[in-house]
């Protein structure tokens, strides 16, 4: 499942739905949601890669043996963290839902109908600060 939130307003804009288990880049590419090309994307470490498709991109860099991470990089992946907060908070809500939550385990058909109406119900709850 993918979503997208807005950050500031913590609503969902937009929800896909994979069968099974994918990847999140393959998600994003097979749902084909438009996102304008002036929008800046923030993205976790899933969606490495994404920059060839969209400019405006920030995921969270990665280090790797022989290539650690610099302070100036360290910091910039924990003020990302910082952004996204809010967007882990929406997905708790919506996992409040033990639909969800657990293992799905009716019919496909209807999946994405059903998870478009509990991001509707999760955009109605007033957001407690």
């Known amino acids: ?17 994979g069968c099974g288990a994918t990847h999140d880049l393959r998600l994003l590419r097979e749902s084909k949601t ?14 490495r890669g994404i920059q ?7 995921t969270p860099k990665k280090a ?9 990089q360290r910091t910039d992946n924990r003020r990302l963290a910082q952004v996204r907060l ?5 997905i708790r809500r919506l996992k409040i839902f033990r ?3 657990e293992t799905y385990r009716h ?4 999946f ?8 509707a119900l999760c955009n109605r709850i007033p957001i407690q600060t």
């Open 99 to 101: 639909i969800l939550k």
């Open 34 to 47: 438009a996102i304008h090309p002036d929008t800046e994307l923030l993205a976790d470490a899933g969606y």
């Open 107 to 110: 019919r496909r058909r209807r």
């Open 52 to 58: 060839h498709q969209h400019a405006h991109t920030r």
């Open 1 to 17: 499942m993918q979503l997208l939130v807005h950050p500031i307003t913590r609503r969902i804009l937009c929800v896909a739905t």
């Open 86 to 90: 809010p967007v882990g908070h929406v």
């Open 64 to 72: 790797s043996k022989h290539h650690p991470l610099t302070d100036t």
């Open 112 to 119: 994405h109908l059903r998870v478009n109406l509990i991001a």
